[in-house]
């Protein structure tokens, strides 16, 4: 059963997202589900791939790492701070959007206090941050 562990790229979750996406039914009553699984093979791609290129490149030692990364790699990027900081930015969005999809039932209401903090990207931008990532190392 884990023979495949070995085979396995982080790009791998992104690529199995967009299958899911490209072959959504709009009638399948589980769609909801399938969107928020979706939103979250985005961000481990990405988390997962930034975070293997840390340890591979930068000694990175992993710890508490979902916290520690986004601020890691904005000194420990290969690209200048600006876009380091960008990068570590987009990743900490691709989080709070997985995490809105793992653990919000619904949107909250327009006059509550979560509103405010609420991300409103849908999957077609969660792709776009995803891949320019992947394509700032040019990864395919």
Do not use: C
Request: no cysteine; proline share 5%; aromatic share 16%.
């Amino acid at each position: 059963m884990f023979d495949e562990f070995d085979n396995f790229q982080p790009i791998d979750f992104l690529n199995v997202a967009k299958e899911l996406y490209y072959n959504l039914n709009e009638e399948n009553p589980n769609i909801s589900a399938i969107k928020r699984v979706i939103y979250g093979r985005i961000y481990y791609a990405t988390f997962l791939f930034i975070r293997e290129w840390l340890i591979e490149n930068k000694e990175y030692v992993s710890n508490n790492d979902h916290t520690n990364i986004p601020k890691a790699f904005i000194s420990k990027g290969p690209f200048n701070r600006v876009r380091n900081k960008q990068i570590s930015k987009n990743l900490k969005r691709l989080k709070k959007l997985r995490h809105q999809a793992d653990y919000f039932i619904s949107q909250p209401s327009e006059n509550s206090p979560l509103y405010e903090k609420w991300i409103p990207d849908d999957i077609d931008r969660a792709f776009d941050i995803a891949e320019d990532i992947f394509n700032s190392f040019q990864v395919r």
